[in-house]
């Protein structure tokens, strides 16, 4: 990933083929000690692995993709689990197009950069922690607890 500008707690990175836009997201946000933050990203990508998630059943149906497609819209926050604050989580939601002009989206698990791909990262002060709510299978925000 390159680091293109940092202003204002906004940084401006470029992922190029064939780096995986979520795994780079987490190697620059430990690099940079962010623990807090959110990101959008546009461009191409060559891969891409999408998911539903089904709130009854607490599973991931989850889709693979090996085709060229446009990012039309990606966005996320970025967070440290609870129970292992040393581990980045980078939670993504994206939409995309194939060459059809067809779209389609969901949760973003992997997405390996085809062309390029553009992203401003925003960093927040402090520490967001999501911790484990059995109630949905899911690690969330905790609203609960004060970010540091």
Same mark, same amino acid.
Request: glycine share 8%; aromatic share 8%.
């Given at each position: ?18 780096? $995986?836009?979520?795994?780079? +997201?987490?190697?620059?946000?430990? /690099? ?6 959110t990101f959008s ?5 060559? /891969? +891409?692995?999408?998911?539903?998630? !089904?709130? !009854?059943?607490? %599973?991931?149906?989850?889709? !693979?993709?090996?085709?060229? +497609?446009?990012?039309?819209?990606? +966005?996320?926050?970025?967070?440290? %689990?609870? !129970? $292992? ?32 791909? /553009?992203?401003?990262?925003t960093q927040l002060?402090?520490?967001? %922690? ?11 925000? $905790?609203?609960? %607890?004060?970010?540091?």
């Amino acid at each position: 990933m390159k680091y293109i500008l940092n202003s204002n707690h906004t940084s401006i990175l470029r992922a190029d083929p064939p780096e $995986d836009v979520i795994d780079q +997201l987490k190697v620059f946000c430990s /690099e940079h000690n962010i623990h807090a933050g959110t990101f959008s990203v546009i461009g191409a990508v060559k /891969e +891409l692995q999408l998911g539903w998630y !089904d709130t !009854d059943t607490k %599973r991931y149906t989850k889709k !693979d993709f090996r085709q060229k +497609l446009e990012v039309t819209g990606m +966005l996320g926050n970025i967070s440290v %689990r609870e !129970d $292992d604050p040393k581990e980045i989580i980078v939670h993504a939601h994206g939409t995309f197009s194939d060459e059809t002009m067809g779209v389609f989206g969901g949760h973003v698990f992997r997405a390996v950069v085809g062309g390029a791909c /553009e992203i401003a990262l925003t960093q927040l002060e402090g520490v967001v %922690r999501k911790k484990y709510f059995d109630s949905i299978g899911l690690y969330l925000m $905790d609203p609960e %607890r004060e970010s540091e």
